[in-house]
Each structure stands twice: as C-alpha cells, then as structure tokens.
C-alpha cells in the first residue's frame, strides 16, 4: 500500500471505531427514555449469542466417528458444573475450554 492509501485506511478505522462508539449516545440520550425495542434487545440477545456460539462450535461434531463427541461432552458438563458452582462465566468458558484442549490433546 502506498503511504497515501495507509492513511486513508487508518482513517477510515478511526471513524469507524468512533462512530459505533458515539453512535449510541447521540441516539439514545440520557434524559429520554431508552425505546422498549432497544430493552428488549439487551434482554435477549445476550442469550442469543451465546446459543449461537454453542451451536456453531457442535456443528462438526459427529456422534458416530471419532472419539463419538466425548471430549465436547465433557467439557459441556464441566462447563455448567462450574457456572452453577462459581456463577463466573470467565471462569466457565475458560475452564471448559481448557479441560476440552487437555483431553483432545493427551486422551483422544
């Protein structure tokens, strides 16, 4: 890239990072009450999300080759077991995903 393309690029970043940053604000002051379609929003979407991460990291698993899902298995219940335990979904998803990398890479 040339050093004017360089700039444009690194340009158009900054007003893209800018603008989802003020956007929300500029349209959604604090003296006027949030639209009940924006609450419903922050209500379920968290929840979307995270079913769609579950699904999409399934996806490819196959229940009749390989290790048969096991691994996937186990690191979902671990995962669970600990949010019902701790209620910290840091300490979930890591722990989840560091049991899954230590059984695919040492047991199957």
Same mark, same amino acid.
């Given at each position: 890239?040339?050093?004017?393309?360089?700039? !444009?690029?690194?340009?158009?970043? +900054?007003?893209?990072?800018?603008?989802?940053?003020?956007? $929300?604000? &500029? @349209?959604?002051?604090?003296?006027?009450?949030?639209?009940?379609?924006?609450?419903?929003?922050?209500?379920?979407?968290?929840?979307?999300?995270?079913?769609?991460?579950? !699904?999409?990291?399934?996806?490819? +698993?196959?229940?009749?080759?390989?290790?048969?899902?096991? $691994?996937? &298995? @186990?690191?979902?219940?671990?995962?669970?077991?600990?949010?019902?335990w701790k209620r910290q979904m840091l300490l979930s998803i890591a722990g989840g995903t560091v049991f899954y990398m230590i059984?695919?890479?040492?047991?199957?």
């Open positions: 890239m040339t050093l004017t393309q360089q700039i !444009i690029t690194i340009a158009m970043v +900054v007003l893209g990072t800018m603008l989802t940053r003020f956007l $929300p604000f &500029l @349209l959604f002051p604090a003296g006027k009450p949030t639209p009940k379609y924006i609450q419903y929003l922050g209500r379920v979407l968290p929840a979307s999300v995270f079913g769609l991460l579950v !699904i999409y990291c399934l996806k490819n +698993v196959s229940v009749f080759t390989g290790s048969h899902g096991i $691994p996937e &298995l @186990l690191a979902i219940l671990l995962v669970v077991v600990l949010h019902l059984l695919v890479q040492t047991v199957f």
